[in-house]
């Protein structure tokens, strides 16, 4: 079969055209939606995130909302003839420049040029820099000079998955935003209305497999869909085959087994998986992943597979034989019970980190351009409290952070070595309880924000060995699991 020479990528086609169709970025949006509204636009804005979460449809949006000539409650109307000029790329006041092709000297040099004239027909001319850390130091200095001064009609729409390797002096010009990956089951469900549309029929647990293997990223989501769309069908088998993983029902037989020490099952599993040429090392990815899902949702029992789960994950690599590697580690994992073997090597790192003082004028300064206060330490405090007694690890998620509280919005931000941490707290489950938790120490709440400033946008399963074994392990099994079952 051939396709249409026009054919457009599912993620092409599917991108939101309106702040409202935006996925999983609630709070940017009605955030930018209120600002257009009011018409308290600013003149810099810098969109901060992984790739596939929707910075570059959330600049574009922006840029026919500042400029519509009859928008709707801070809403493009996408019909008017600003819109439409934009729309189709003929606009002169819409500049898209990306920071990644031949690094901006010269674009930029053009821009210090033209910003001094009014727009053409707009009433902001609008630069779009895409991957703007990846411009040069010299195109940085052009582009800060602007930024000094303004002009009033200039609205500048920074993007980047590298937030830390954009100037400091950029950034506290800018009003940031960090884009959060998509949850989960957001996703599944752009996938779920997509496939309707387009015809195609997409059984829920591939939605559910497609949406857990994108990692957060809606358009990596829509190009799997886009792989396996043209024969009218997905299963959870196609997905499983085109991305080469384990089954989540196999996944989740080899943990029981691991829990129930039955190293026959367990063995059993990796003997097919490696007769079927499976690449074991991803399976243990999965599993180790699949641990973290389900220690999340209660399960202590599991926490000291998981340690061993991702250990073995970083063995596999050097082992000379990888599935008798494995298969040795089963049998010694499901032998006499292997808690407090190794134990924490360094005391916890919870608490290591204390909220420092409202900027004292020394040091470095931190890039946090908004105007925001240190909450009252007794309410964060006092909530930290409330969440260590109900459920642990959430607490040991958020002790090591800094939060800022302003305008109703609670800014929860992790340092950058805490990157499982933040992972961890933005699980839908998790992340719907401490906001709930939160209503109940901070008023009026809109929202709570979290913020990562590391630099990775998926940080490693070992930093989540290392805190699971360090942070949780004692005081959960501590908790009526004497682990001598
Ligand atoms: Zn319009």
Not at 110 to 128: D, F, M, Q
Not at 319 to 337: D, N, T
Request: glycine share 8%; charged share 25%; with cysteine.
């Amino acid at each position: 079969m051939t396709e249409p020479t026009d054919h457009l990528s599912l993620y092409r086609r599917y991108r939101p055209q309106r702040f409202g169709e935006v996925v999983g970025q609630d709070l940017i949006v009605a955030t930018l939606r209120r600002a257009v509204a009011g018409g308290r636009l600013g003149h810099a804005y810098l969109l901060s995130g992984q790739r596939g979460v929707g910075k570059t449809s959330v600049a574009r949006i922006l840029s026919r909302a500042a400029n519509c000539l009859s928008p709707e409650d801070g809403e493009p109307c996408n019909r008017c003839e600003s819109c439409q000029r934009i729309l189709q790329g003929l606009s002169l006041d819409v500049v898209e420049i990306d920071g990644a092709s031949n690094r901006g000297v010269d674009q930029i040099r053009r821009l210090r040029e033209e910003v001094a004239y009014v727009p053409a027909g707009s009433r902001y001319k609008v630069y779009i820099i895409d991957e703007v850390h990846m411009l040069t130091g010299e195109a940085f200095n052009a582009l800060l000079k602007t930024l000094e001064e303004p002009p009033p009609h200039v609205l500048f729409i920074f993007a980047t998955t590298e937030p830390h390797k954009v100037p400091a002096t950029v950034i506290s010009r800018c009003q940031a935003f960090e884009f959060q990956p998509i949850a989960e089951d957001a996703i599944a469900r752009v996938l779920v209305t997509v496939a309707q549309t387009e015809g195609i029929a997409l059984a829920p647990p591939a939605a559910e497999l497609i949406a857990r293997r994108s990692r957060g990223a809606l358009r990596d989501a829509l190009v799997v869909l886009d792989q396996l769309g043209h024969a009218g069908e997905v299963t959870e088998e196609a997905v499983v085959d085109l991305l080469g993983l384990p089954p989540l029902a196999l996944v989740d037989g080899f943990l029981d087994a691991l829990v129930g020490r039955d190293a026959d099952q367990a063995l059993a599993i990796v003997a097919d998986l490696s007769t079927r040429g499976r690449d074991l090392a991803l399976f243990l990815e999965e599993a180790a992943s699949r641990a973290r899902d389900r220690i999340i949702a209660g399960e202590s029992a599991l926490i000291p597979v998981a340690q061993r789960l991702i250990e073995l994950r970083g063995e596999l690599g050097r082992a000379f034989s990888r599935r008798l590697h494995l298969e040795v580690a089963i049998v010694a994992l499901c032998g006499p019970l292997r808690t407090g073997a190794g134990g924490p090597r360094s005391p916890g790192p919870a608490r290591e980190a204390e909220l420092p003082p409202p900027s004292t004028g020394d040091g470095e300064p931190r890039a946090t351009p908004q105007e925001a206060m240190p909450p009252r330490p007794e309410a964060w405090e006092a909530m930290l409290q409330a969440i260590l007694e109900e459920r642990v690890a959430v607490a040991a998620f958020l002790s090591p952070a800094e939060v800022m509280w302003a305008d109703g919005l609670l800014t929860v931000r992790l340092p950058p070595d805490c990157g499982y941490h933040y992972e961890s707290l933005l699980e839908p489950a998790v992340r719907g309880y401490v906001e709930a938790t939160a209503h109940k120490f901070f008023a009026p709440l809109l929202a709570v924000q979290f913020v990562w400033a590391g630099a990775h946008p998926k940080p490693s399963l070992e930093e989540g060995a290392r805190i699971l074994a360090e942070a949780l392990e004692g005081r959960i099994l501590g908790e009526g699991d004497d682990g001598s079952k």
